[in-house]
């Protein structure tokens, strides 16, 4: 039941962001993580606040609506750390010695690959802020991805290698009609966010339901094994 009632959350949100005119390329929205109308500016109010300010690695998911976070990282002299799509590769780590004037390439999926480095379990390093990308977040820090669990999946590797723990913020950048009141079902596995900027406030979420402590192997199955190279050297 919470699946469908979470798909449901999703659907409406990509019909409204297609209705309304506010989604960007790439388009249609549906099925992915939503890129937005605004989504620089929201990209730029994050960049002011104080966790990002202090972070030295920056953990950013690599799609399109956090494009911007990723170069404001960069530009901000910070270590970033950004997973592959789909986790197939692992985790890129970019630097900020790279040109400046490669930080925007640099901070697409393509470019990551050009100007980035892939990093294995055994390098990869201590992150100091989360930013994940959202279909739908609720004010109390619920958050609804695509569906594939990718970006809990990130967080819970690195949780289960000690490199965050719970008092790393986590943080989304949304439009404001992504922001929905309803009361979406929460899973043991699910990650609840800490701050939600938008292009017009920042919400800090308050929230104090557990981020998940690690990876729940229960939950992953063999085909997530085969397509994620990462989870079988983990367990091993």
Do not use: C
């Amino acid at each position: 039941m919470s699946s469908k009632v979470k798909q449901s959350i999703r659907e409406r949100i990509w019909d409204l962001m297609e209705r309304e005119g506010i989604a960007s390329f790439p388009r249609p929205v549906h099925g992915r993580i939503p890129n937005f109308e605004g989504a620089e500016t929201a990209a730029a109010q994050l960049a002011e606040l104080d966790a990002f300010k202090r972070a030295r690695v920056v953990k950013v998911n690599p799609d399109a609506p956090q494009h911007l976070v990723r170069e404001k990282a960069l530009m901000g002299g910070k270590r970033l750390l950004m997973p592959t799509p789909r986790l197939r590769k692992g985790f890129i780590m970019l630097e900020p010695e790279i040109p400046r004037s490669k930080f925007r390439y640099a901070s697409t999926i393509r470019g990551s690959f050009v100007w980035g480095k892939p990093v294995g379990l055994k390098a990869l390093p201590k992150v100091d802020l989360v930013i994940v990308g959202s279909v739908a977040v609720s004010p109390n820090g619920a958050r609804l991805g695509k569906g594939g669990g990718y970006s809990e999946m990130e967080y819970a590797i690195l949780r289960q290698l000690g490199l965050i723990d719970e008092k790393i913020p986590v943080a989304t950048t949304v439009h404001d009609a992504q922001i929905v009141d309803d009361e979406v079902p929460l899973e043991a596995h699910d990650l609840m966010v800490d701050v939600i900027v938008t292009p017009t406030k920042t919400i800090v979420t308050g929230s104090r339901i557990p981020k998940p402590s690690g990876i729940m192997w229960e939950r992953v199955s063999e085909e997530m094994m085969e397509a994620i190279p990462m989870l079988g050297q983990l367990k091993d």
